[in-house]
T-cell receptor, first 113, second 115 residues
Framework: KQEVTQIPAALSVPEGENLVLNCSFTDSAIYNLQWFRQDPGKGLTSLLLIQSSQREQTSGRLNASLDKSSGRSTLYIAASQPGDSATYLCAVRPEDSSYKLIFGSGTRLLVRP | DAGVTQSPTHLIKTRGQQVTLRCSPKSGHDTVSWYQQALGQGPQFIFQYYEEEERQRGNFPDRFSGHQFPNYSSELNVNALLLGDSALYLC??????????????FGPGTRLTVT
């Protein structure tokens, strides 16, 4: 059974710091991995989608990497800003003809001015 | 280009009642998935609809049912509400023909409170 874990559960950093969020999954048989941002009480905003054949994806100050064989992904945020404060969720799509996404519990990020 | 929309935004119901939540997919999308997100947790998959049929179902009881209409919009129905059904309900849409990439787009959610 696929399980997704995100560490740390919460993180507080000063503005301007570079930071890394971690995501691990137990079964390497995945189609892709997606990183989302969620503001309190709101829906999910897709940040980056990495296909299983890819190693990384970049969008602006965000860079996500994927090591499928070891079951790990990282989301790197450069030069963090207070507006980056949110919960970050990772989700995998299993290869077992599954149409669902399996999510981690998220990392709650606070960037202090 | 309209994104995924959901209604209502918030809902308060009493135990034992029934509720219907609605979702309109992103323009051009034909597949709708529903997720339940309890406070402090990641979303849990409820089910997915394509061509008006349920394609896959997560580990949720039969009290949870759904429907997809010819215009691809969808409803989630929950019967005999329990306190534990209180959660944010998220709808996500995608395009079947792009299943190889399979990026899902999420709506803003409906916050359901059961008292």
């Amino acid at each position: 059974k696929q399980e997704v874990t995100q560490i740390p559960a919460a993180l507080s950093v000063p503005e301007g710091e570079n930071l890394v969020l971690n995501c691990s999954f137990t079964d390497s048989a995945i189609y892709n991995l997606q990183w989302f941002r969620q503001d309190p009480g709101k829906g999910l905003t897709s940040l980056l989608l990495i296909q299983s054949s890819q190693r990384e994806q970049t969008s602006g100050r965000l860079n996500a990497s994927l090591d499928k064989s070891s079951g790990r992904s990282t989301l790197y945020i450069a030069a963090s800003q207070p507006g980056d404060s949110a919960t970050y969720l990772c989700a995998v799509r299993p290869e077992d003809s599954s149409y669902k996404l399996i999510f981690g519990s998220g990392t709650r990020l606070l960037v202090r001015p | 280009d309209a994104g995924v929309t959901q209604s209502p935004t918030h809902l308060i119901k009493t135990r034992g009642q029934q509720v219907t939540l609605r979702c309109s997919p992103k323009s051009g999308h034909d597949t709708v998935s529903w997720y339940q997100q309890a406070l402090g947790q990641g979303p849990q998959f409820i089910f997915q609809y394509y061509e008006e049929e349920e394609r896959q179902r997560g580990n949720f009881p039969d009290r949870f049912s759904g429907h997809q209409f010819p215009n691809y919009s969808s409803e989630l129905n929950v019967n005999a509400l329990l306190l534990g059904d209180s959660a944010l309900y998220l709808c996500a849409s995608s395009l079947l023909s792009r299943e190889s990439s399979y990026e899902q787009y999420f709506g803003p959610g409906t916050r359901l409170t059961v008292t």
